[in-house]
Each structure stands twice: as C-alpha cells, then as structure tokens.
C-alpha cells in the first residue's frame, strides 16, 4: 500500500508543469507555444529569461529530488523503490496527466533523482552539461553528454545496482525525449541559446 501511494506521489510530484505555470503567472505567456514549445528550463529561458528559467530548473530537480527522498526516509532498505519512484517521478514530467501526456523531455527531473540516489553522477553530469553549453550554447549536447557521463559516474560509484541501473534507464529514455534534437543536430540545425 505504501509503495504504490509512493508511486503515485512520484508521478504526480513529476507531472506538476512548473514551466507552464511560472512562465503564465510571471510573463502571461504559454511556453508552450514560443520557442521550441517545451516546456523544460531551457525553453523558459528562451521565452522568459534567464532567471525564470532557473526557477524552473531548480523546481523541475526539486519535485525528482523530493519524491526519492521521501521513499528513501519510509522505505530506507529497498532501493528498488526508491529507483521505481524517481522513475514514476521522471515520467510524471515526460507524461504529465495535467498536460494531456504532453510533458519536457525529464533531464532536470532525471537530475533531481540522482542528486539524492548517486550524488556524485549527478554532480559530474551538472559539469559537463554546464561546461558544454557554456562553449557550444546547445543545450541537448550537454543534456545528452551529461546523461552518458551520469551512466558513467553511476556505474562506478553507486550504491546498489538498482540506482545505477536506473541512471542507465533515464538515460536511455532522455535519448527518447531527445531523438528530434539527436535528427537536428545530425543535421546541423540545433536550436542555440
């Protein structure tokens, strides 16, 4: 009973649509339209500004973040629920049932869940996201470069092979959430900051 109120929680933590709601209130705009039409950190910035869109970033890690956090503080021996819930909350952002399933593409979510489970993959991936587009102002490099050093990281220094596994599972899944940005970039037409 206690696992599936978790589950649920996790999912409905991650379909709050901070990007939508922030950018409404603030700028009296849908991000949903302008922009790329996501509704991630990223395109809030596009649309809203900088400091907006780091509201939304913090916000997006935070609702990932907390969602584990409170698994691992009720069921502290079962890592398997705590991966299954920062999955649930990862595809709560992806599929908001809020949205009609029409989410962001989860890598702040994604990041939010590892700073909790594997802290040292998610802090490695922050640097070489930050890094990356800082040089190249392309956000989906450093989502995707970042994605593949937290598979890395997580590999090596997680705690069980559940959370390593699900560092694997969420980056195989922003590869999803990604794949018109893999094709745009293939193509040399990403979008930069």
């Known amino acids: 009973m206690l696992s599936s109120a978790l589950l649920l929680l996790g999912y409905l933590a991650g379909s709050?649509?901070?990007?939508?709601?922030?950018?409404?209130?603030v700028r009296g705009v849908d991000v949903r339209q302008s922009g790329s039409g996501n509704i991630g950190a990223t395109n809030v910035t596009r649309v809203a500004g900088k400091k907006l869109g780091a509201v939304v970033l913090v916000l997006d890690a935070?609702?990932?973040a907390l969602a584990v956090g409170l698994a691992l503080w009720l069921l502290p021996?079962?890592?398997r629920m705590h991966a299954a819930v920062g999955l649930a909350a990862?595809?709560?952002?992806?599929?908001?049932?809020?949205?009609?399933?029409?989410?962001?593409?989860?890598?702040?979510?994604?990041?939010?869940?590892l700073v909790v489970?594997?802290?040292?993959?998610a802090l490695s991936a922050a640097f070489v996201y930050a890094g990356l587009v800082a040089a190249w102002r392309v956000s989906s490099v450093g989502s995707l470069a970042g994605g593949v050093t937290a598979v890395v990281v997580a590999a090596l220094t997680a705690s069980s092979l559940e959370y390593a596994g699900l560092s694997?599972?969420?980056?195989?899944?922003?590869?999803?959430?990604?794949?018109?940005n893999i094709?745009?970039?293939?193509?040399?037409?990403?979008?930069?900051?």
């Open 16 to 25: 709050i649509p901070f990007g939508v709601l922030l950018t409404r209130w």
């Open 62 to 64: 935070l609702k990932g």
């Open 77 to 79: 021996g079962e890592p």
């Open 90 to 113: 990862f595809l709560g952002h992806v599929y908001p049932v809020w949205l009609k399933l029409q989410g962001g593409k989860g890598v702040a979510t994604a990041l939010g869940v």
């Open 117 to 121: 489970l594997v802290p040292l993959a």
């Open 168 to 180: 694997a599972l969420l980056f195989v899944l922003i590869l999803w959430t990604h794949r018109g």
């Open 183 to 193: 094709h745009r970039l293939l193509r040399r037409s990403e979008r930069r900051f």
